[in-house]
C-alpha cells in the first residue's frame, strides 16, 4: 500500500510563495498520476493539479493556473510550487495517487496524505 506524505505547508503573506512535497512510501507511485487537491475550512476538496506518470502532461485547475506548478522526480516525490499566492488559496492541501491516469474527480484516487495546511494572509 502507498503511504503518502506531505510537507512544506506554512503561513505566507500574499503575493508570496511556497513549494509543497509529497513523498510516497514506496518506489511504485511512479506507475500512478499524482494529483493535488485542497480544501478550505466551509467547502468541500477542490481539484488543483494532477501530473501523469512520466511527468509528460500536467493539468491545473483554472484557478491557478499560471501560478502553480507540479512536478515529480524520478524517485519518489511530487511537488507543487505555488507563487503569488492569494488569501483564496488558504486551505488544506492533499495529495493523491490515482491509478487510473490524469483525472480531476477525486474519487478516482485510491490514496492520500494527511493534508498540509496552507495560510495565505491579506
Known amino acids: 500500500q502507498v503511504q503518502l506524505v506531505e510537507s512544506g505547508g506554512g503561513l505566507v503573506q500574499a503575493g508570496g510563495s511556497l513549494r509543497l512535497s509529497c513523498e510516497a512510501s514506496?518506489?511504485?507511485?511512479?506507475?500512478?498520476?499524482m494529483g493535488w487537491f485542497r480544501q478550505a475550512p466551509g467547502k468541500e476538496r477542490e481539484f488543483v493539479a494532477v501530473?501523469?506518470?512520466?511527468?509528460?502532461?500536467t493539468y491545473y485547475a483554472d484557478s491557478v493556473k499560471g501560478r502553480f506548478t507540479i512536478s515529480r522526480d524520478n524517485a519518489k516525490t511530487v511537488y507543487l510550487q505555488m507563487n503569488s499566492l492569494k488569501p483564496e488559496d488558504t486551505a488544506v492541501y492533499y495529495c493523491?495517487?490515482?491509478?487510473?491516469?490524469?483525472?480531476?474527480?477525486?474519487?478516482?484516487?485510491?490514496?492520500w496524505g494527511q493534508g498540509t495546511q496552507v495560510t495565505v494572509s491579506s
Open positions: 493523491a495517487a490515482s491509478a487510473a491516469g490524469i483525472t480531476i474527480r477525486d474519487s478516482a484516487y485510491t490514496y
Open positions: 514506496e518506489r511504485t507511485f511512479r506507475n500512478y498520476a
Open positions: 501530473i501523469n506518470w512520466s511527468g509528460s502532461t
